[in-house]
């Protein structure tokens, strides 16, 4: 159907020690695929938090985006309908919830869950490409602002560390000095 796209896919795992570099991927990004446990209603708290994080940071407004609902070849797993429904976040009234099981791609084909997502995220980002393509570029302005922001006070620190471990030294050495000459 999209034969002539090419996607550039960043899988970021869900746990919680690595959600901090999330934010680092949104300015980039032209819409987003959000998997979902369906099997594990004791995390859909958690889960509907995330992603309600998610759609307010500034990068992320206004980009399509997918919810999975994964698992589902798993008997306990909650439909994309019914997580729709548990989740109830004002800004998924217009989301796509999809019904997926990712597993081991066989014979080079992917699941049809996992395609009918991605397909239909395609289909979001070619309706608004231009509006979408215009503020992805301010965004990455901005990311990059932001970055060198954080490397130039990375390297204030360290610079400020190194000064401070240099005095410390000298006056180590001083007071080294001051003991040898009055033995």
Known sequence: MYDDIKLKVYDLG???KFRSVWTRY???IWGFIYVVDAADPERFEESKEQLRQMLEHKMLKGKPFIVVANKQDLPNAVNAEKL???FNLKSCK?????DASVTTIVDNKCNEGVSNAVSALIGKI???FEKIGQRRVLDMREQEDIENKERAEKLARLQAKREEEE???EQNESAHQEQTVDA
């Open 167 to 169: 005095k410390a030294r």
């Open 14 to 16: 869900g746990n919680a």
């Open 26 to 28: 949104f300015a980039e």
């Open 94 to 98: 217009k989301a796509t919830f999809v």
């Open 126 to 128: 070619l309706t608004d």
């Open 84 to 86: 729709k429904k548990t």
